[in-house]
């Protein structure tokens, strides 16, 4: 590395530094980096260590404010942009480097700001209702700072549903993040932002023109299905809340899936929503299953040998510890009646029985304790139970590895 003395004569690479030069008197005391004790070689004039030390290849475009010197301050001293006016200038201007851009951001957003473009990231089409449920931030917040996160291009919307009111047309907009918004996600982990949206189970834009990666292509493809599950799971968040219960722990599509070996056979899962709902010091991991009735009897029956496999490998177990639970939450009653027809013919097919419940789209919205009501029921009995809870009547039988034959279990679906 090349050194710089600050004087005509010195040598620079593109990394070169300026040397600069401690004062040794009896001045020097605890405040070694503020005080004025440091210069350069050219000069006899203190300053402070963080003004003298800098870069020499390259000046920032917008240079961050050094630390704030008290002293100068009490006597009036005008010490210039303070970092949050810093951060502003930077925004405004268009310009500056991407580490500069970051460091405004982190300034300038609060955490409901940066925990709403985390929470798009890995939920988008969220609306502002549930994003707010999923948040825990009261809905007068959410204009402000879903209205930040449009002002920096970190997220955007896409369509517009209006709904007739009893007073006016009401307009619903399903919020996701930008390509930006991923690439400021993955500065703060320190990562490149595609492979942070690979390995982080993001659903973003992938690309600057507004190119979604296949997870958001498929969601997009699949758009009534995707306002389906985040309407499930916010409410759920909402559920626990009402409740005063914890947060639950929520899972995408990208997080819950797994692929995995079973008898030297290939299979994986991929619910559509998966995580831990907590009941005091009990906690209760699930699966989700948004059904819209368009499967064929096959394609339903494709889906449960590989949650059939799931549970007899225990990798269940492994994943969530004990009591996962399958939830299969239906458009309609046809759907749910169809669900739980293919899940009995896959019980007499492979003689293993699922902790499956079902319910429908309806019942949630109906009961009065949502998705923690007495709505649910198995593939064998309509009679309707709770999921969780202690008044909960039993439990669906899990199928455990002390049940299983000692033959290879056949999992082909039937042509």
């Known amino acids: 590395m090349g050194v710089s003395t600050g004087e005509p004569g010195g040598?620079?690479?593109?990394?070169?530094?300026?040397?600069?030069?401690?004062?040794?008197?009896?001045?020097?005391?605890?405040?070694?980096?503020t005080g004025e004790y440091w210069r350069k070689p050219s000069s006899s004039l203190g300053a402070p260590f963080f003004q003298v030390l800098r870069w020499t290849d390259?000046?920032?475009?917008?240079?961050a404010p050094g630390p704030v010197r008290y002293d100068l301050l009490d006597r009036g001293v005008d010490l210039g942009p303070s970092l949050h006016q810093w951060a502003e200038r930077v925004l405004a201007s268009g310009k500056g480097s991407d580490h500069e851009r970051s460091a405004a951001l982190s300034l300038i957003l609060d955490r409901h700001s940066?925990?709403?473009?985390?929470?798009?990231?890995?939920?988008p089409?969220?609306?502002?209702?549930?994003l707010a449920v999923l948040l825990g931030v009261h809905h007068a917040r959410m204009p402000q700072i879903l209205g930040d996160l449009q002002r920096y291009g970190l997220i955007?919307?896409?369509?517009?549903?209006?709904?007739?009111?009893?007073?006016?047309?009401?307009?619903i907009r399903h919020h996701f993040a930008t390509h930006e918004g991923l690439r400021l996600l993955a500065r703060t982990e320190a990562v490149p932002p595609l492979r942070h949206g690979e390995h982080a189970g993001l659903a973003v834009e992938t690309s600057a023109k507004g190119r979604g990666g296949s997870r958001m292509r498929n969601l997009r493809r699949n758009f009534d299905h995707t306002l389906g599950v985040n309407a499930?799971?916010?409410?759920?968040?909402?559920?626990?809340?009402?409740?005063?219960?914890?947060?639950?722990?929520?899972?995408?599509?990208?997080q819950a899936a797994e692929h995995f070996r079973?008898?030297?056979?290939?299979?994986?899962?991929?619910p559509d929503a998966a995580g831990v709902y907590y009941l005091g010091d009990s906690s209760h991991p699930f699966l989700l299953e948004y059904d819209r009735g368009k499967m064929r009897r096959r394609d339903y029956l494709r889906k449960l040998a590989g949650l059939t496999a799931y549970f007899a490998s225990e990798r269940d177990q492994r994943s969530y510890g004990s009591g996962l639970t399958v939830l299969v939450v239906s458009e309609s009653y046809g759907g749910e009646g169809r669900f739980a027809d293919a899940v009995l013919a896959g019980q007499a097919l492979w003689g293993v029985e699922l902790p499956l419940l079902l319910t429908t789209d309806e019942r949630i919205r109906r009961n009065a304790h949502g998705l923690l009501g007495p709505i649910w029921r198995t593939a064998a009995a309509t009679a309707r139970r709770r999921w969780i809870?202690?008044?909960?009547?039993g439990q669906p039988s899990a199928y455990r590895p002390s049940s299983l034959p000692v033959t290879t279990p056949n999992l082909s679906t039937p042509s």
């Not at 390259?58 to 240079?63: E, K, L, R």
């Not at 079973?262 to 991929?270: A, M």
């Not at 809870?389 to 009547?393: S, V």
């Open 156 to 171: 955007s919307s896409l369509g517009e549903v209006c709904v007739m009111t009893t007073t006016r047309p009401a307009t």
């Open 389 to 393: 809870g202690a008044d909960r009547p």
């Open 11 to 33: 040598t620079r690479d593109e990394h070169a530094l300026e040397v600069i030069v401690i004062r040794t008197d009896d001045s020097l005391r605890d405040d070694v980096l």
């Open 114 to 123: 940066k925990k709403a473009l985390d929470c798009l990231a890995r939920h």
């Open 262 to 270: 079973y008898y030297d056979r290939p299979y994986w899962i991929r």
């Open 232 to 254: 499930v799971v916010a409410h759920l968040a909402f559920d626990a809340q009402r409740a005063g219960h914890k947060p639950p722990r929520l899972l995408n599509e990208a």
């Open 58 to 63: 390259a000046s920032p475009s917008f240079p």
């Open 125 to 130: 089409y969220l609306t502002e209702q549930e």
